[in-house]
């Protein structure tokens, strides 16, 4: 099973604040990498996909890189509205599997 | 507009059995691949099973194996799980998810979720 780390856990950060939440996977998974965002009481949400691809819709804020193992989100200029938890996702082989998910708050 | 909705959770009592449904529209049902994910009280998010457009290819998390069911209706555009031998840790919002094409890749759009709770 392909183990995906986040990190950090929990972030506070003050609005127009650039964020970056990074996934590391236990082995390669190339750029099946996804991430998605929940907001307190809602179903998850499709941000990016295959590593660096933006989902429909999705506010040009957020983006996202990396390959292999190494994987960053990054939120430019937070907004009240990001208030969320953020997972990773990988498709590479099953059992697919979620990392623990990033909690980032508005201060 | 995609919209997946889900249905027949509740309260179960240890070694019960329930159904889930999800009411797919939106888009062509029998063309995707589906995903069942639940989420535990407080936790993340755990992948439980998967299953073709055509129902021919299922995968199941080991956690569930031999107890949960993945099956799909195309005709009437319905998603199911069928769940025997529950457990307290299966206790968690019970979420169906459409994929984006293959049986592994990413889902794109997914439902409110439906609570299922295990206990006596």
């Known amino acids: 099973e392909i183990v995906l780390t986040q990190s950090p856990d929990f972030q506070s950060v003050t609005p127009k604040e650039k964020v970056t939440i990074t996934c590391r996977a236990s082995?390669?998974?190339?750029?099946?990498l996804h991430w998605y965002q929940q907001k307190p009481d809602q179903s998850p949400k499709l941000l990016i996909k295959y590593a660096s691809q933006s989902f429909s819709g999705v506010p040009s804020r957020f983006s996202g890189s990396g390959s292999g193992t190494d994987f960053t989100l990054t939120i430019n200029s937070l907004e009240a509205e990001d208030a969320a938890t953020y997972y990773c996702h990988q498709s590479s082989s099953l059992p697919q599997t979620f990392g623990q998910g990033t909690k980032v708050e508005i201060k | 507009e995609v919209q997946l909705l889900e249905s027949g959770g509740g309260l179960v009592q240890p070694g019960g059995s329930l159904r889930l449904s999800c009411a797919a529209s939106?888009?062509?049902?029998?063309?995707?691949?589906m995903n069942w994910v639940r989420q535990a009280p407080g936790k993340g998010l755990e992948w439980v099973s998967t299953i073709g457009g055509l129902g021919g290819s299922i995968y199941y998390a080991d956690s569930v194996k031999g107890r949960f069911t993945i099956s799909r209706d195309n005709p009437k555009n319905t998603l199911y799980l069928q769940m025997n031998s529950l457990r307290a840790e299966d206790t968690a919002v019970y979420y169906c998810a459409k994929l984006g094409g293959d049986l592994l890749t990413l889902a794109d759009y997914w439902g409110q979720g439906t609570p299922v709770t295990v206990s006596s």
């Open positions: 939106g888009f062509t049902f029998s063309s995707y691949a």
């Open positions: 082995q390669s998974i190339g750029s099946s």
